[in-house]
């Protein structure tokens, strides 16, 4: 039971202290589900992160669900699931309350956009750790360089990119296999 109830704050916790969607809680899932607790490895993270952004619904939520079943199976998805869009669901219903009294005042606009800048920062080093982790060959520069134009002026969408990127992933090592084997 305990191990619920610790899927469950982590990811309360989690969606409670980060701001700006899934990319912003990308640092705070590294560090709480790799580093702290060992759910998960990098790589792990890694792929959870790429199969949540390809399914419907929130990344971050399909991210949670992803961990909490591969820790605990399809209870521990659920409690992940529970634990990170609780915070979500309390907040949205208190701002929602105050809001129309309160969005117009020139604090609340300045303090809208300090946030905004402080997610860019924290998407911007998700980014530059999922490279270091993700990114470990020419072969996977040239497909980041190639996936980044494509999402960046909307050419393919990204289900696309994800697919062609893992069909030439398991060609490639496929070919390395049988090459390795003569």
Known sequence: ???YIDLFCTFFRIGAFTFGGGYAMLPMLQKE???KRHWATDEEILDYYAVGQCTPGVIFVNTATFVGHSRKGVLGGIIAT?????PSILIISLIATAISNFS???IVQHALHGIRIAVCVLIFNAVLKLFKTGVKDSLGTIL???ALVGTFFSLV???VIVIVSACIGISVQAMRTKKGAN
């Open 1 to 3: 039971m305990n191990e």
């Open 144 to 146: 980041f360089l190639l």
């Open 157 to 159: 969408p990204t289900i």
């Open 104 to 106: 117009e005042l020139a």
């Open 33 to 35: 589900v790799v580093e």
């Open 82 to 86: 529970l634990g990170v869009v609780a």
